[in-house]
């Protein structure tokens, strides 16, 4: 059957040795029959698109609430614009497109509402039963709880693609089992019990691609966002390395450019400049390494595809500056602060009585132990888009925190 792909569109075209390869893939944890017309990767690419946790990523915050203005990111678009720095990443290293876009349009499935305030308060009240992760959660969603299949649960994803989502930022654990960052999240460690996704072993290149570009696309991104709120300015930037000698670029070719338009020509400059630092690194790193096969990727004991030293220091001075100055500005941390009231009442009430969660996900928990129940509520809680948290926040409490 794969033969006969060969000469269909580009799924099959050649690759690099090290790369992951379709035809090669591990397989899904239900046996299915393969498409007639596209990849196992291209396959996977298309369920996630098609998937109801794809759809609700559009209400959901990635720095500013999702109400307050049609133009800034939503989960949503940020994970297309980490797709396509992933596929430029994927294609210029001679690795499988499809996956390295598989990788990157599911990476946030597991997000709760309200961004990191809603994880942040979501893991709190999660505690007692093993907390909440929202990568964790994200391998929940794909292998369980989406229901759109007559015969299985989930999305029934390649081996490639689950192990992309779940190491894309490194392995989790050493040799012998033991965490590198601390205990593994429970769901992470049941599935891999069922189907070993080798949690010491670093991920393909193709999720490496997915990890930079997120990086890439969220660095750049929050950047726009914040000059378009008006609590960032571009005079602020040029107390910034990396952002402060693109200014000065554009400020020497085009000295009578209008505000607006510099900052988009900072924007779209800044991921040029870090997609080709990337580029430059990784085939550095691929021509010290010599890999022949992806088991060398596998074990390489060293991630890939990075920046480089000089553009990872100006990576993290432009973080440290975003950090102060964005995402713990006082107004944003006032609205994160009612967000979290949000996130924290709403699992009391759930906990609490189950019966006020739909039809779908209260049945048997009044019976349940409060382990099982904890986890029905975050997984009901975690896939709510920020306006649905907010109706039910309104429809059960008196009165609701303003967002805005």
Known sequence: MVGSLKDIGFGYRPRASYASDPVKSRGRFYDETESRTRTPFQRDRDRIIHSTAFRRLKHKTQVFIAHEGDHYRTRLTHSIEVAQIARALARSLCCDEDLAEAVALVHDFGH??????GEDALNDKMKPWGGFDHNAQSLRIVTRLERRYAEFDGLNLTWETLEGLVKHNGPLTDRAGN???GPIPQPISDYTQLHDLELWRFASLEAQCAAIADDIAYNAHDIDDGL????????MLEEVPLPAAILRTVRDLYPQLDPVRTGHELMRRQITAMVEDVITAAQARLSELAPDNIDAIHDAGFTVVTFSEHMASQEKEL???LYANLYRHPVVMRIRAGADRIVRNLFDVYF???RQMPEGWREGLDRAEDRVKA??????????????AIKEHRRLFDRSPELS
């Not at 986890?375 to 649905?388: H, K, N, P, Q, S």
Request: hydrophobic share 35%; net charge negative; no cysteine.
């Open 228 to 235: 378009r709120s008006g609590l960032l300015s571009l005079e």
């Open 179 to 181: 965490g590198l960052h």
């Open 352 to 354: 609490a009585d189950p």
């Open 375 to 388: 986890r029905d509520v975050a997984d009901f809680l975690a896939g709510m888009t920020d306006t649905y």
């Open 319 to 321: 973080k440290q500056f």
């Open 112 to 117: 709760t509402p309200f961004g990191h305030t």
